[in-house]
Protein backbone atom coordinates (compact mmCIF):
# COMPACT_ATOMS: atom_id res chain seq x y z
CA UNK A 1 0.00 0.00 0.00
CA UNK A 2 1.08 4.03 -0.59
CA UNK A 3 1.89 5.87 2.17
CA UNK A 4 -1.52 7.65 3.07
CA UNK A 5 -1.66 11.02 2.63
CA UNK A 6 -4.76 12.38 4.24
CA UNK A 7 -6.77 15.67 4.30
CA UNK A 8 -9.60 16.75 6.57
CA UNK A 9 -12.78 18.36 5.78
CA UNK A 10 -14.99 20.13 8.48
CA UNK A 11 -17.93 21.77 7.68
CA UNK A 12 -18.95 24.29 9.58
CA UNK A 13 -21.96 26.50 10.43
CA UNK A 14 -21.37 29.05 13.49
CA UNK A 15 -18.86 27.18 15.25
CA UNK A 16 -17.98 27.34 18.90
CA UNK A 17 -14.45 26.78 20.79
CA UNK A 18 -14.63 22.84 20.02
CA UNK A 19 -12.92 24.04 16.96
CA UNK A 20 -9.69 25.14 18.60
CA UNK A 21 -10.04 21.82 20.40
CA UNK A 22 -10.64 19.72 17.68
CA UNK A 23 -7.78 21.38 15.52
CA UNK A 24 -5.33 20.94 18.33
CA UNK A 25 -6.12 17.54 18.30
CA UNK A 26 -5.81 17.09 14.89
CA UNK A 27 -2.28 18.82 14.71
CA UNK A 28 -1.11 16.23 16.84
CA UNK A 29 -2.11 12.95 15.17
CA UNK A 30 0.68 10.11 14.93
CA UNK A 31 -0.09 9.96 11.68
CA UNK A 32 -0.12 13.84 10.45
CA UNK A 33 -2.39 15.39 8.30
CA UNK A 34 -1.20 17.08 5.17
CA UNK A 35 -3.86 20.02 5.08
CA UNK A 36 -6.99 20.49 6.89
CA UNK A 37 -9.90 22.53 5.22
CA UNK A 38 -12.15 23.79 7.15
CA UNK A 39 -15.66 25.13 4.23
CA UNK A 40 -17.65 27.63 6.37
CA UNK A 41 -21.14 28.94 6.37
CA UNK A 42 -21.93 32.32 7.32
CA UNK A 43 -19.05 34.17 7.45
CA UNK A 44 -20.28 37.08 10.02
CA UNK A 45 -20.83 34.13 12.67
CA UNK A 46 -16.62 33.06 12.19
CA UNK A 47 -15.38 35.89 12.32
CA UNK A 48 -17.20 36.77 15.34
CA UNK A 49 -15.60 33.24 16.96
CA UNK A 50 -12.23 34.86 16.10
CA UNK A 51 -12.77 38.04 17.63
CA UNK A 52 -13.89 36.65 20.35
CA UNK A 53 -10.36 34.69 21.08
CA UNK A 54 -8.78 37.89 19.32
CA UNK A 55 -7.80 36.25 16.25
CA UNK A 56 -8.12 37.63 12.60
CA UNK A 57 -8.71 35.56 10.22
CA UNK A 58 -4.75 36.22 9.46
CA UNK A 59 -3.67 35.30 12.85
CA UNK A 60 -5.79 31.86 12.68
CA UNK A 61 -4.54 30.83 9.50
CA UNK A 62 -1.25 31.36 10.68
CA UNK A 63 -1.11 29.41 13.84
CA UNK A 64 -2.53 27.12 12.00
CA UNK A 65 -0.21 26.19 9.27
CA UNK A 66 -2.17 23.61 7.68
CA UNK A 67 -5.90 24.87 7.46
CA UNK A 68 -7.49 26.69 4.50
CA UNK A 69 -10.71 28.31 5.38
CA UNK A 70 -13.12 28.81 2.54
CA UNK A 71 -16.48 30.58 3.18
CA UNK A 72 -19.96 29.87 1.04
CA UNK A 73 -23.55 30.86 1.09
CA UNK A 74 -26.20 29.43 3.41
CA UNK A 75 -28.06 28.41 -0.05
CA UNK A 76 -24.47 26.88 -1.13
CA UNK A 77 -24.25 24.39 1.45
CA UNK A 78 -25.60 20.87 0.95
CA UNK A 79 -24.75 17.66 3.48
CA UNK A 80 -23.42 15.85 -0.13
CA UNK A 81 -22.40 18.54 -2.51
CA UNK A 82 -20.48 20.60 0.01
CA UNK A 83 -18.81 17.76 1.35
CA UNK A 84 -17.93 16.66 -2.03
CA UNK A 85 -16.52 19.94 -2.84
CA UNK A 86 -14.02 19.66 -0.11
CA UNK A 87 -12.95 16.04 -1.09
CA UNK A 88 -11.99 17.33 -4.43
CA UNK A 89 -10.15 20.34 -3.40
CA UNK A 90 -7.80 17.71 -1.55
CA UNK A 91 -5.89 16.63 -5.08
CA UNK A 92 -3.45 14.16 -4.39
CA UNK A 93 -4.72 12.70 -1.38
CA UNK A 94 -4.79 9.13 -0.54
CA UNK A 95 -7.30 9.49 2.00
CA UNK A 96 -10.05 12.10 3.55
CA UNK A 97 -10.65 12.64 6.46
CA UNK A 98 -14.38 14.13 7.58
CA UNK A 99 -15.09 15.68 10.53
CA UNK A 100 -18.33 17.86 11.92
CA UNK A 101 -17.49 20.57 14.16
CA UNK A 102 -18.37 19.57 17.62
CA UNK A 103 -16.88 16.02 17.02
CA UNK A 104 -13.53 16.59 18.68
CA UNK A 105 -10.40 13.49 18.78
CA UNK A 106 -10.30 11.79 21.85
CA UNK A 107 -6.60 11.14 21.52
CA UNK A 108 -3.73 11.37 19.06
CA UNK A 109 -4.03 8.38 17.36
CA UNK A 110 -7.45 9.03 15.92
CA UNK A 111 -6.01 8.79 11.95
CA UNK A 112 -3.80 5.69 13.00
CA UNK A 113 -6.56 4.10 13.92
CA UNK A 114 -8.90 4.85 11.76
CA UNK A 115 -6.11 4.19 8.36
CA UNK A 116 -5.78 0.52 9.84
CA UNK A 117 -8.74 -0.92 8.11
CA UNK A 118 -7.24 0.61 4.85
CA UNK A 119 -4.09 -1.42 5.43
CA UNK A 120 -5.83 -4.86 6.18
CA UNK A 121 -8.14 -4.82 3.36
CA UNK A 122 -8.22 -3.19 0.24
CA UNK A 123 -11.69 -3.39 -0.38
CA UNK A 124 -12.14 -1.02 2.67
CA UNK A 125 -14.36 2.33 1.21
CA UNK A 126 -14.91 4.37 4.54
CA UNK A 127 -13.62 3.64 7.95
CA UNK A 128 -15.84 5.62 10.93
CA UNK A 129 -14.87 6.33 14.31
CA UNK A 130 -16.42 5.38 17.69
CA UNK A 131 -18.35 8.23 19.22
CA UNK A 132 -18.04 8.86 23.35
CA UNK A 133 -20.16 10.74 25.41
CA UNK A 134 -19.48 14.29 26.44
CA UNK A 135 -19.64 14.95 29.62
CA UNK A 136 -22.78 16.68 30.03
CA UNK A 137 -24.65 13.74 28.37
CA UNK A 138 -27.49 12.34 29.98
CA UNK A 139 -27.82 8.99 30.68
CA UNK A 140 -29.77 7.58 27.81
CA UNK A 141 -27.67 9.66 25.58
CA UNK A 142 -24.49 7.57 27.18
CA UNK A 143 -26.39 4.32 26.69
CA UNK A 144 -27.31 5.53 23.57
CA UNK A 145 -23.40 6.13 22.26
CA UNK A 146 -22.40 2.66 23.06
CA UNK A 147 -25.68 0.76 21.92
CA UNK A 148 -24.57 2.60 18.21
CA UNK A 149 -21.26 2.98 18.43
CA UNK A 150 -20.30 -0.66 20.68
CA UNK A 151 -16.61 -1.35 22.26
CA UNK A 152 -16.11 -3.84 19.12
CA UNK A 153 -14.73 -3.14 15.75
CA UNK A 154 -16.42 -4.33 13.00
CA UNK A 155 -16.41 -4.63 9.25
CA UNK A 156 -19.79 -5.00 7.42
CA UNK A 157 -20.80 -6.43 3.75
CA UNK A 158 -23.18 -6.89 1.71
CA UNK A 159 -23.42 -10.52 3.23
CA UNK A 160 -24.10 -8.77 6.49
CA UNK A 161 -27.38 -7.60 5.45
CA UNK A 162 -29.29 -10.52 6.84
CA UNK A 163 -27.90 -10.40 10.09
CA UNK A 164 -27.52 -6.55 10.72
CA UNK A 165 -30.54 -5.49 8.46
CA UNK A 166 -29.96 -1.78 7.86
CA UNK A 167 -27.02 -1.30 10.45
CA UNK A 168 -25.51 -3.20 7.66
CA UNK A 169 -25.04 0.28 5.85
CA UNK A 170 -24.76 2.64 8.80
CA UNK A 171 -21.80 4.92 8.46
CA UNK A 172 -21.28 8.72 9.99
CA UNK A 173 -19.66 11.35 8.44
CA UNK A 174 -19.56 12.97 12.16
CA UNK A 175 -15.88 11.22 11.57
CA UNK A 176 -15.31 9.03 8.90
CA UNK A 177 -12.18 8.31 6.78
CA UNK A 178 -12.65 7.57 2.83
CA UNK A 179 -10.37 6.05 0.28
CA UNK A 180 -10.36 8.63 -2.44
CA UNK A 181 -9.31 6.08 -5.05
CA UNK A 182 -12.68 3.76 -4.21
CA UNK A 183 -14.38 7.49 -4.33
CA UNK A 184 -13.43 8.38 -7.57
CA UNK A 185 -14.31 5.17 -8.52
CA UNK A 186 -17.74 4.74 -6.95
CA UNK A 187 -19.15 8.59 -7.77
CA UNK A 188 -19.61 11.16 -5.53
CA UNK A 189 -22.01 11.69 -2.50
CA UNK A 190 -25.62 12.27 -3.47
CA UNK A 191 -26.21 15.70 -4.03
CA UNK A 192 -28.46 17.56 -3.26
CA UNK A 193 -29.93 15.56 -0.23
CA UNK A 194 -31.55 16.73 3.02
CA UNK A 195 -29.75 14.38 5.16
CA UNK A 196 -27.41 10.82 5.43
CA UNK A 197 -25.54 11.81 2.77
CA UNK A 198 -22.70 8.98 4.77
CA UNK A 199 -25.27 5.99 4.68
CA UNK A 200 -26.34 6.38 0.92
CA UNK A 201 -22.86 6.66 -0.09
CA UNK A 202 -22.03 3.07 2.29
CA UNK A 203 -24.66 1.69 0.95
CA UNK A 204 -24.18 2.16 -2.40
CA UNK A 205 -20.39 1.05 -1.76
CA UNK A 206 -21.31 -2.19 -0.16
CA UNK A 207 -24.27 -3.07 -2.70
CA UNK A 208 -21.18 -2.60 -4.88
CA UNK A 209 -18.62 -5.08 -3.22
CA UNK A 210 -16.82 -2.97 -0.90
CA UNK A 211 -16.60 -2.50 2.96
CA UNK A 212 -17.49 -0.52 5.47
CA UNK A 213 -15.26 -0.51 8.79
CA UNK A 214 -16.20 0.59 11.90
CA UNK A 215 -12.91 1.34 13.85
CA UNK A 216 -14.00 1.30 17.65
CA UNK A 217 -10.17 2.23 18.69
CA UNK A 218 -10.92 5.53 16.60
CA UNK A 219 -12.34 7.57 18.73
CA UNK A 220 -14.01 11.00 19.25
CA UNK A 221 -15.94 12.91 21.67
CA UNK A 222 -19.73 13.60 20.32
CA UNK A 223 -22.86 13.47 21.41
CA UNK A 224 -26.02 15.72 22.14
CA UNK A 225 -28.79 16.22 24.23
CA UNK A 226 -31.44 16.73 21.96
CA UNK A 227 -35.12 17.95 22.87
CA UNK A 228 -38.00 15.79 21.72
CA UNK A 229 -39.05 18.64 18.91
CA UNK A 230 -35.28 17.79 17.58
CA UNK A 231 -35.52 14.60 17.57
CA UNK A 232 -38.93 15.17 15.34
CA UNK A 233 -37.62 17.12 13.01
CA UNK A 234 -33.91 15.37 12.80
CA UNK A 235 -36.07 12.14 12.00
CA UNK A 236 -38.53 13.80 9.56
CA UNK A 237 -35.21 14.50 7.23
CA UNK A 238 -34.07 10.96 7.77
CA UNK A 239 -37.47 9.58 6.59
CA UNK A 240 -36.99 12.26 3.78
CA UNK A 241 -33.66 10.80 3.18
CA UNK A 242 -34.56 7.09 2.87
CA UNK A 243 -37.69 8.04 0.95
CA UNK A 244 -35.90 9.57 -1.85
CA UNK A 245 -33.25 6.61 -2.02
CA UNK A 246 -34.95 3.46 -2.51
CA UNK A 247 -31.48 1.90 -4.43
CA UNK A 248 -30.77 1.55 -0.87
CA UNK A 249 -33.62 1.47 1.57
CA UNK A 250 -36.17 -0.07 -0.28
CA UNK A 251 -37.08 -3.50 1.83
CA UNK A 252 -34.47 -2.62 4.67
CA UNK A 253 -36.67 -1.12 8.04
CA UNK A 254 -35.30 0.86 10.63
CA UNK A 255 -37.90 0.55 12.84
CA UNK A 256 -36.98 -2.86 13.72
CA UNK A 257 -34.04 -1.56 15.50
CA UNK A 258 -35.31 1.30 16.62
CA UNK A 259 -37.62 -0.80 18.82
CA UNK A 260 -34.70 -2.93 20.05
CA UNK A 261 -32.38 0.32 21.06
CA UNK A 262 -35.92 1.58 22.96
CA UNK A 263 -36.15 -1.34 25.04
CA UNK A 264 -32.50 -1.36 25.54
CA UNK A 265 -32.64 2.17 26.88
CA UNK A 266 -34.92 1.71 28.96
CA UNK A 267 -33.97 -1.30 30.71
CA UNK A 268 -30.58 0.28 31.45
CA UNK A 269 -32.22 3.44 32.99
CA UNK A 270 -34.32 1.00 34.65
CA UNK A 271 -31.45 -0.87 35.88
CA UNK A 272 -28.92 1.84 36.99
CA UNK A 273 -30.71 4.00 38.86
CA UNK A 274 -32.14 7.00 36.30
CA UNK A 275 -35.89 6.10 36.13
CA UNK A 276 -36.45 9.72 36.23
CA UNK A 277 -35.20 10.23 32.43
CA UNK A 278 -38.04 7.62 31.34
CA UNK A 279 -40.84 9.75 30.95
CA UNK A 280 -38.73 12.39 28.64
CA UNK A 281 -36.56 9.26 26.45
CA UNK A 282 -40.22 7.69 25.96
CA UNK A 283 -41.45 11.59 24.58
CA UNK A 284 -38.74 11.76 22.25
CA UNK A 285 -39.27 8.46 21.17
CA UNK A 286 -42.18 9.26 20.12
CA UNK A 287 -41.73 12.01 18.42
CA UNK A 288 -38.38 10.07 16.33
CA UNK A 289 -41.25 7.64 14.97
CA UNK A 290 -43.32 10.06 14.56
CA UNK A 291 -40.99 12.66 12.52
CA UNK A 292 -39.63 9.46 11.00
CA UNK A 293 -42.95 8.22 9.44
CA UNK A 294 -43.71 11.90 7.90
CA UNK A 295 -40.57 12.48 6.39
CA UNK A 296 -40.97 9.00 4.47
CA UNK A 297 -44.61 9.86 3.39
CA UNK A 298 -43.46 13.34 2.87
CA UNK A 299 -44.61 13.95 -0.86
CA UNK A 300 -47.84 13.70 0.65
CA UNK A 301 -47.81 16.71 2.90
CA UNK A 302 -48.14 19.78 2.29
CA UNK A 303 -45.50 22.84 2.01
CA UNK A 304 -46.50 24.55 4.73
CA UNK A 305 -46.28 21.43 7.00
CA UNK A 306 -42.60 20.19 5.32
CA UNK A 307 -41.19 23.97 6.28
CA UNK A 308 -42.53 23.39 9.92
CA UNK A 309 -41.01 19.90 10.00
CA UNK A 310 -37.56 19.96 8.46
CA UNK A 311 -34.25 20.66 11.05
CA UNK A 312 -33.06 21.77 6.98
CA UNK A 313 -35.32 24.70 5.25
CA UNK A 314 -32.74 25.76 2.95
CA UNK A 315 -33.19 22.47 1.54
CA UNK A 316 -36.99 22.72 0.27
CA UNK A 317 -36.29 26.16 -1.30
CA UNK A 318 -34.71 24.78 -4.25
CA UNK A 319 -34.02 21.00 -4.39
CA UNK A 320 -36.41 19.32 -2.17
CA UNK A 321 -39.12 21.71 -3.57
CA UNK A 322 -37.92 20.43 -7.46
CA UNK A 323 -37.97 16.69 -5.71
CA UNK A 324 -41.81 17.20 -4.56
CA UNK A 325 -42.97 18.08 -7.72
CA UNK A 326 -40.79 15.33 -10.08
CA UNK A 327 -41.84 12.45 -7.67
CA UNK A 328 -45.64 13.10 -7.31
Known amino acids: ?28 QTVPLRRIRI ?35 ADEFDHGGTRDMGLKQCE ?24 APFEADEKTAVSYARQLPAPDASEAERF ?9 SRVKTQEDVRELGIKTYF ?18 FVSPVIFNEDMIYAGCAV ?8 AADARVIHSHNYSASQQLRRNFDLG ?3 ADHPE ?32 GFILTCAARLIGYRLGKNYRRLPAGRIAKLTSNPAYWKHAGKEQRKTTK
Not at 10 to 28: Q, W
Not at 174 to 186: F, G, N, P, S
Open 248 to 279: VFAGLSSEGEGVRYVRAVLSHLLKNGAAKEMP
Open 144 to 152: SRSFNYPAM
Open 240 to 242: VSQ
Open 92 to 115: GATHVLFLTQDAVPADETLTEKLL
Open 1 to 28: MLQAVIDAVIPTFRPDEKLFSILSALEA
Open 207 to 214: QRGFHIAY
Open 39 to 73: INTEENAFRRLLEKHRQTTESFLTAHAKVTLTHIR
Open 171 to 188: CSNVCALYDTRIYAEQGP
